[in-house]
DNA sequence: CTGAAAGCGCTTACAG
DNA sequence: CTGAAAGCGCTTACAG
């Protein structure tokens, strides 16, 4: 039960001034002049009591924490998982911690936690933002700390956003399915008005008329039920028994989608192929292995804290930057 | 660009004092006897201006950060992704925020992060930890912190273990495949000396005994490449022919597991039967679904942020306690 | 080459 | 009923 170490009791051990220990700790002997006896003492003893200083009261002093608040939709989906470990692994590297909260797309929730991040003094937020965040955002950039939009982003927002191309990604999703054949392609989407949701809609829709196909849409509405999707898809395709493909435009309505498919007993991908939208893990590992629209998710999470770290050292980024997405092939679409 | 605001300008602007401005913002007006018109004028300019007082400055006060330090083996893994949601859900109930990290099960990871939560003053900590943290984590409980450590435990360090019961959970499969009739269980696990691992390791050693059956173990090293298990896998199941059953003892052992599988061509459950340790949400989807050993996440971590209120209140609570596992029967095992 | 002092934004005895 | 002062652990001009 070492006594808790200050530089001020440093100081007084060393019968110093706590400048002086202040100026070693931080490497600025040479720039402060002070002797190099002198600092090595210091650094010795600082060694010695294995001191580390207290980063509260440096960020009070310095105005900077070190910290980073991030929102996410949740933390425990798969997608914002991996997404939470990229943004770890290079926030690591320039010394940043994060914090991290689920919104559950709710934007009570997510004002409240940017309330929170604010007086816990982040440096920069980043996030993943619900639809009605947009004033909180905005003050929070009026304030001056950097403010991250990925995923999908807000258009009246003038935050720094790092995207993927939805619209591209899902237009050559059914470009590739119509090439491999198939004539009536569905989309099972989630009936949002979040940009990421809309620009994969709006992929679907301008393929289908630029191959003048027919257009097969199942819209879910957004719930925390997921076992009511499977029903809802077996409506939809009892109606539609001319489907013959199937887009799934999120992860878990992917997931649902092929335990309704697996229910009524399609075969993939001879009565209907399957893409779904974001790659997973376990995607490769189903009988048959999903064919699945990735998202290049280390390059955003990458492109996220360069950014940050970009503004923080009044350096000159980028607004807005879309990255590709990339078809993986796999059975389901044989 | 509001001026950064402080109760020290709000008391200049409200011609009161500092302490008054403290007073009503902690709802010590009371206590304190502030008046209630003056009370509540401060109340109400406090409101108008959306003023939160500064987290960091309490906490350098205070010596409470409301922040708890969690160390996670990867936040990415399914598993400790639903464990983080699970601590997060909880934590919000009590006004306490979380820090998340990884630490690849590597002990200079994990004893890096405990040094930086110390310096962030976390008011507790949370870890599943590697093995060689043993002393650090002895001068964090020395210090008199809340040190909570959860999925696998270290003998030598008293922290509060909220644990499960990982022998009973593999001893019962065991048990269940060879009423089932399968009479060569084997077991796939992690060379490793965690006792999670460990415990599972002798739940089915024990169970094996208890029955006279034959025992066959596959030890596989803690790689992050997981590609190799697929060709272990598969000389494993060469060399012993007569297997026809298998638990495999992690997650992503079971996920890469069921990949060699399904490469050798082998049927669930008519040539094998399987059981995953640990559920998770893709087992129902899998053709055939995959019976899993679940945990009680929730329970777990609900626990965890309790002892935490607990500690942090000066109540008594248990240093240790073990929750059941739960057999979840699917296709792969009928 | 080194130190005394102010201040970051709070809270908490203490005085009146 | 209210305020002045000390102090949490730092850093940064400034003085010498």
Redesign the pocket.
């Given at each position: 039960m070492t006594h808790?170490?200050?530089?001020?009791n440093i100081a007084a051990q060393l019968?110093?001034?706590?400048?002086?220990v202040?100026?070693v700790?931080?490497g600025k002997s040479k720039e402060?002049?002070?002797?190099p006896i002198?600092t090595e003492k210091i650094e010795r003893y600082i060694k010695e009591i294995n001191f580390i200083?207290?980063k509260i009261?440096?960020n009070?002093?310095?105005g900077r924490s070190n910290i980073l608040g991030v929102i996410l939709e949740n933390i425990a989906d798969p997608f914002f998982a991996v997404i939470a470990r990229g943004l770890e692994i290079k926030a690591n590297k320039y010394g940043y911690k994060l914090l991290f909260s689920s919104s559950e797309n709710n934007s009570e929730v997510a004002n409240s936690l940017l309330q929170t991040y604010r007086q816990y003094n982040v440096d920069a937020y980043i996030v993943a933002p619900p639809l009605g965040i947009e004033e909180s955002l905005n003050n929070l950039i009026g304030e001056g700390k950097p403010v991250i939009v990925f995923d999908r982003n807000l258009p009246e927002v003038k935050a720094h956003n790092v995207l993927v191309d939805n619209y591209e990604g899902v237009f050559n999703a059914v470009n590739y399915l119509s090439k491999k054949g198939r004539q009536n392609i569905a989309l099972v989407t989630l009936d949002s008005k979040q940009t990421q949701m809309e620009d994969r809609l709006k992929g679907y829709k301008d393929s289908i008329k630029s191959t003048k196909q027919k257009s097969y849409m199942l819209k879910l509405p957004y719930e925390k039920n997921t076992e009511l999707i499977k029903p809802k898809m077996i409506h939809f395709l009892e109606k539609y028994p001319d489907i013959d493909a199937i887009i799934f435009t999120t992860n878990y309505i992917t997931s649902n989608g092929l335990y309704a498919l697996k229910y009524m007993g399609k075969s993939i991908p001879n009565d209907i192929a399957v893409i779904g939208y974001d790659d997973n893990h376990n995607f490769k590992l189903y009988t048959p292995s999903i064919t699945a629209v990735q998202q290049p998710i280390e390059e955003v999470t990458d492109k996220i804290i360069e950014i940050i770290q970009a503004k923080l050292n009044n350096v000159e980024v980028e607004q807005e930057i879309y990255f590709p997405t990339k078809l993986i092939e796999r059975d389901s679409t044989k």
């Open positions: 808790k170490h200050s530089i001020k019968n110093v001034s706590i400048s002086t202040s100026a700790i931080n402060r002049r002070i002797s002198l200083p207290n009261a440096q009070l002093r310095n």
